[in-house]
């Protein structure tokens, strides 16, 4: 998996710059992220919007990275979009994941 990662204050934003997010990245975007709650990041916008496709593998990868974080720390989305949010809202998955329109929106609420 790609990423671009910046940081505004103590937030990690890492966009994915890869387009699908299905069975066959799952376990490599698991463990980049995973990396990214074992490197110390506590509060982390994941950045979907240059994504088009995920799959249930992909949505499982996320839950497993979600349980990594613990209770002290924080994953949100933003930027989904067309059959991405479908696949979230169909799969209630809109419910289990704080979600913003972009990563301004995302790290204005994990700031408060």
């Known amino acids: 998996m790609r990423f671009e990662e910046s940081t505004e204050g103590n937030i990690l934003i890492a966009k994915v710059l890869d387009v699908r997010i299905g069975a066959d990245v799952a376990p490599r975007f698991k463990e980049d992220m995973i990396g990214y709650v074992k490197r110390g ?61 972009n990563s301004d929106e995302a790290v204005s609420a994990l700031s408060c």
Do not use: P, Q, W, Y
């Not at 919007?49 to 924080?74: P, Q, T, Y």
């Not at 991405?84 to 913003?100: A, G, H, I, N």
């Open 41 to 101: 990041n506590h509060a982390i916008v994941l950045d979907l919007s240059n994504v088009s496709f995920i799959d249930s593998s992909g949505l499982g990868a996320l839950i497993s990275c979600l349980k990594s974080m613990g209770s002290d720390r924080e994953l949100v989305l933003c930027g989904t979009r067309g059959t991405v949010t479908s696949m979230f809202k169909l799969t209630r998955m809109d419910k289990v994941f704080r979600m913003f329109s």
